[in-house]
């Protein structure tokens, strides 16, 4: 069980996340290999970061729709981007807008 007392642990691994056990509290670190597969799917990983405002997009419904294989990477990487972003509020917003692209993903909405 996590916790200080005698018996407990302080620190455990949860389905690839790091949970430990603080004096200011419950600290739950998520999965950095997923985290490095995105990236590296994407063709981010020397990327820096850049604090931005989120732009709303109108979905442009002249664009073609993507098919076969491009469609289903574009599903993959959105659905391991919603499950990163449980852990990392900063991509919490471009997770979100890119959910909602899932069902029918055009073209210039592909991640990457």
Same mark, same amino acid.
């Given at each position: 069980?996590?916790?200080?007392?005698?018996?407990?642990?302080?620190?455990?691994?949860?389905?690839?996340?790091?949970?430990?056990? /603080?004096? =200011?509290?419950?600290?739950?670190?998520?999965?950095?290999?997923?985290?490095?597969? *995105? *990236?590296?799917?994407? +063709?981010?990983?020397?990327?820096?970061? !850049? &604090? @931005?405002?989120?732009?709303? +997009?109108?979905?442009?419904? !002249?664009?073609? &729709? *993507?098919?076969? =294989?491009?469609? /289903?990477?574009?599903?993959?990487? !959105?659905?391991?981007?919603?499950?990163?972003?449980?852990?990392?509020?900063?991509?919490?917003?471009?997770?979100?807008? *890119?959910?909602? @692209?899932?069902?029918?993903?055009?073209?210039?909405? =592909? !991640?990457?």
């Amino acid at each position: 069980m996590l916790g200080p007392d005698e018996g407990e642990v302080l620190a455990i691994k949860f389905l690839g996340s790091r949970i430990r056990w /603080t004096p =200011e509290g419950i600290e739950c670190v998520g999965d950095p290999k997923q985290v490095k597969s *995105l *990236l590296e799917r994407i +063709h981010l990983e020397e990327a820096r970061i !850049v &604090e @931005t405002q989120g732009i709303k +997009h109108l979905r442009d419904e !002249v664009a073609e &729709e *993507l098919q076969g =294989e491009a469609a /289903t990477d574009h599903r993959s990487l !959105v659905a391991l981007m919603n499950y990163i972003s449980q852990d990392r509020p900063d991509i919490d917003y471009a997770a979100k807008e *890119l959910s909602q @692209t899932m069902s029918r993903p055009r073209s210039g909405e =592909e !991640v990457g």
